[in-house]
């Protein structure tokens, strides 16, 4: 049994960890590789315990009977070994089932890169954090894309459209000259688009190179709020992707709390009262708030 409950440490370990309030998707594939890396074969698995090899070796040396006591005890101690091993082994193959496919998760494998934590330390190969890069540069540009729409006036914009479209047939007199003139016309815009990619991939591999924050329980937005002036279009990715949580236990407990709130002898409270005091509940504790 001992030896049963110390094989399962680590899934306490995690249930744990994942649900804490300040976990991150970030924090998945890392607990995934660490996970397959505490249900492998250990030397410790296989070597008796230093008391019973100490008895066997007392009895065996004697000429009584009490040494095949020991043997017996020996025997049983090497099948639990076994049975744990074989349940270790068929718990893996389990992970690796459920997890086989999670670094192909734009979601995680982005998360983890981008945490400074961890970055591509816990990736199976180069290979995947070549696509991380890429993937990491496409929603860079995406957000810097979308920053600057929200930030234009659509009434001009909308305007140089009609502009462009009441142009054409003045311009182009055949399929020919039309694609011409398309084929012209998106050529700038081309050749910007590869240019903010270009910049994007040098801060990408700037923060690859820099060095990765020591300790697991370091705050990374901290470091992102440190840093959004290095890094700025990474900053943003940093903030949209490590403010997602790995469970629903943060709102499950949120929900109980405000359960707690509503009792037999305050249930005619307002909804509106609830919530304010649901939110001070929630939030005094991060800003140090003392009664």
Request: aromatic residues 6%; contains cysteine.
């Amino acid at each position: 049994m001992r030896k049963c409950v110390h094989a399962l440490q680590p899934y306490e370990d995690i249930t744990k960890k994942l649900s804490d309030s300040t976990s991150t998707a970030a924090e998945v594939i890392p607990i995934v590789k660490s996970l397959k890396h505490t249900l492998q074969h250990t030397t410790s698995d296989s070597v008796v315990s230093n008391p019973v090899q100490e008895t066997l070796t007392s009895d065996t040396s004697s000429e009584d009977e009490p040494g095949l006591g020991s043997v017996v005890e020996l025997n049983e101690d090497r099948q639990a070994t076994q049975a744990v091993n074989f349940m270790k082994e068929a718990m893996r193959a389990d992970v690796e089932k459920r997890f086989s496919s999670i670094e192909n998760e734009d979601l995680y494998r982005i998360a983890t890169y981008i945490d400074p934590r961890y970055k591509s330390k816990f990736f199976s190969s180069s290979h995947v954090t070549h696509q991380v890069k890429l993937s990491l540069a496409r929603v860079c540009e995406e957000l810097c894309q979308t920053t600057i729409l929200e930030e234009e006036d659509g009434e001009p914009r909308r305007k140089r459209r009609r502009d462009d479209m009441s142009e054409t047939p003045a311009t182009c007199g055949t399929i020919d000259e039309a694609m011409t003139s398309i084929l012209a016309s998106s050529s700038d815009d081309e050749a910007e688009n590869s240019s903010v990619r270009t910049l994007l991939m040098k801060d990408i591999e700037k923060y690859h190179t820099d060095k990765r924050i020591s300790g697991t329980s370091q705050d990374s937005l901290q470091w992102w709020k440190t840093m959004k002036t290095v890094y700025p279009d990474l900053a943003k990715v940093a903030c949209q992707y490590l403010s997602c949580p790995p469970s629903s236990v943060p709102s499950e407990q949120l929900f109980s709390s405000a359960g707690l709130i509503y009792d037999a002898k305050r249930n005619r409270l307002l909804p509106e009262k609830v919530d304010k005091l649901l939110f001070l509940k929630r939030n005094l504790p991060i800003l140090n708030f003392k009664y």
